[in-house]
């Protein structure tokens, strides 16, 4: 995240040089313009699945949190689980997907309507300071018009059927990340949640769903627990 000061990140990237273990297993990537909440966060997440693709270290599953993130299953057991026969043999994709009726309205107010992620204010290699330039802030927010109305999203009716709701946390399949990051129906698939809010809890499950080879291979739950509470309840 280029939000992080060189000099703060200096002492980490030193440790990690100077310890065999870390060198040998941690990867830093340059940092980029993000924004919590925006696609920037997707594209982050795919710059780092190509990284893994091409390393040379054998890989079956992606985790997007390490294994102490998920408090109910210690590392060992999900390794157990995810070799399993029954799960090695299939290329599962394991997402939190939500089924509540809410969801709709969920998905309704973060890909219906025009969101602008400021991380986005560049082309090619050029300063991604332009969007504090040009007055954009470093925070998603939402388009709206000459009445404060929020301005929809076009494409949300033609693709809104196909929608997925689901928790960010994530483990999925190599085959799926090669997918998603190289294929070029997720690069187009992707220009549908560009202008979205939290496109990072939508579009591994929207992809899969909207992909005959995977569509079937979402097991409802990642492995993690979350209990959400509002008000008390």
């Known amino acids: 995240d280029l939000a992080i000061p060189a000099p703060a990140l200096a002492p980490t990237l030193a440790l990690l040089a100077d310890t065999p273990t870390y060198a040998a297993n941690v990867v830093v990537m340059d940092r980029a313009a993000l924004t919590y909440r925006g696609v920037s966060l997707v594209l982050n997440t795919l710059d780092a699945m190509e990284v893994a693709l091409t390393s040379p270290r054998p890989w079956s599953y992606w985790l997007n949190l390490s294994g102490s ?134 579009y591994w499950g929207s992809l899969a769903a909207g992909t005959a080879a995977w569509r079937g291979a979402v097991v409802p739950h990642c492995l993690r627990q979350v209990y959400w509470t509002f008000q008390g309840r």
Not at 100 to 113: A, K, Q, S, Y
Not at 175 to 189: E, K, L, M, P, T
Request: hydrophobic share 50%.
């Open 69 to 202: 993130d998920y408090p109910l299953l210690p590392m060992a057991t999900q390794r157990r689980l995810l070799a399993e026969p029954a799960v090695a043999s299939r290329r599962r994709l394991f997402l939190c997907t939500a089924d509540d009726p809410r969801r709709h309205n969920i998905t309704r107010g973060r890909v219906g309507v025009l969101h602008v992620d400021p991380a986005l204010a560049a082309v090619g290699d050029a300063d991604a300071g332009a969007a504090a330039a040009a007055g954009l802030g470093d925070a998603l927010f939402p388009v709206t018009n000459a009445r404060r109305g929020h301005v929809g999203m076009p494409l949300y009716p033609a693709i809104a059927g196909g929608l997925v709701k689901h928790e960010a946390w994530a483990v999925l399949h190599r085959d799926f990340v090669a997918y998603a990051a190289r294929g070029a129906a997720s690069r187009r698939s992707l220009l549908a949640f560009a202008y979205a809010a939290d496109p990072i809890e939508h």
